[in-house]
T-cell receptor, first 113, second 112 residues
Framework: EAGVVQSPRYKIIEKKQPVAFWCNPI?????LYWYRQNLGQGPELLIR????????DSQLPKDRFSAERLKGVDSTLKIQPAELGDSAVYLC???????????FGPGTRLLVL | KQEVTQIPAALSVPEGENLVLNCSFT??????LQWFRQDPGKGLTSLLL?????REQTSGRLNASLDKSSGRSTLYIAASQPGDSATYLC???????????FGQGTTLQVKP
C-alpha cells in the first residue's frame, strides 16, 4: 500500500515568491494534516481537514498561507509571499479519522533565500 | 497551554548499550502519548502509543512508560544498534480528536 506522497521533496525560492506544496494521502483516509517543522524542533500543526472541511486552522498564518483539499482527497498548501522565516520542512499526514493513528509523508524541505 | 520537553537534545552511545530517552509534559490531562522515530529526510514513524490509562507499552527492544501524574514518559531502548540512529519525538494528545503536541526530539547516534 502506498504511503502519503508529497511533492516536491525540495524547493528553493527567493523571498517574496509564491510556493505550493502538494500532498496525496493514503487511500481511504478522511483526515489530512499539514505540519511545519523548524530545524531542531518537533512538528507543529498548521491545519487539519476532515474530508474537504478545514476543522482546525488556528495555527495557520492566514495573511500569507492558504490551503485547500478539493474533493476531500489531495491537498495543496500555498505560501504567498514567502518570507525567510518560512524555511522549514512541511509535513503532510493522514489518518482514517482524527482519533486514529497518523501516517506521515516524507515532507517538503523549503529554503527561502 | 501544553508544553512538551525532551531531554537530552542529542545522545551518542556505543553499540550494545541500553539507553533511556526522556519526555515531560506540563499538563497531565492527556488522552494518550506517542513516541515517533524520524530518519533524516523522511517522515515520522509511530513506534509506541500509550493510552492515559496505561503505564507502559512494549515493542521488541523498545519499552515506553507513562507517569501521567508527574508528567513524564521514558523510552527505553535495549541493546542499541547503529540502525537505531535517528531522531525520537514524543507527542501528547489532550483528547481523542485533539491535535498532537510534539517535543523537540532527541537525536540519537549509536556508534558501531
Amino acid at each position: 500500500e502506498a504511503g502519503v506522497v508529497q511533492s516536491p521533496r525540495y524547493k528553493i525560492i527567493e523571498k517574496k515568491q509564491p510556493v505550493a506544496f502538494w500532498c496525496n494521502p493514503i487511500s481511504g483516509h478522511n483526515t489530512l494534516y499539514w505540519y511545519r517543522q523548524n530545524l531542531g524542533q518537533g512538528p507543529e500543526l498548521l491545519i487539519r481537514y476532515e474530508n474537504e472541511e478545514a476543522v482546525d486552522d488556528s495555527q495557520l498564518p492566514k495573511d500569507r498561507f492558504s490551503a485547500e483539499r478539493l474533493k476531500g482527497v489531495d491537498s495543496t498548501l500555498k505560501i504567498q509571499p514567502a518570507e525567510l522565516g518560512d524555511s522549514a520542512v512541511y509535513l503532510c499526514a493522514s489518518s482514517f479519522s482524527s482519533a486514529e493513528t497518523q501516517y506521515f509523508g516524507p515532507g517538503t524541505r523549503l529554503l527561502v533565500l | 497551554k501544553q508544553e512538551v520537553t525532551q531531554i537530552p537534545a542529542a545522545l551518542s552511545v556505543p553499540e550494545g548499550e541500553n539507553l533511556v530517552l526522556n519526555c515531560s509534559f506540563t499538563d497531565s490531562a492527556i488522552y494518550n502519548l506517542q513516541w515517533f522515530r524520524q530518519d533524516p529526510g523522511k517522515g515520522l514513524t509511530s513506534l509506541l502509543l500509550i493510552q492515559s490509562s496505561q503505564r507502559e507499552q512494549t515493542s521488541g527492544r523498545l519499552n515506553a512508560s507513562l507517569d501521567k501524574s508527574s508528567g513524564r514518559s521514558t523510552l527505553y531502548i535495549a541493546a542499541s544498534q547503529p540502525g537505531d540512529s535517528a531522531t525520537y519525538l514524543c507527542a501528547v494528545k489532550r483528547s481523542n480528536t485533539g491535535k498532537l503536541i510534539f517535543g523537540q526530539g532527541t537525536t540519537l547516534q549509536v556508534k558501531p
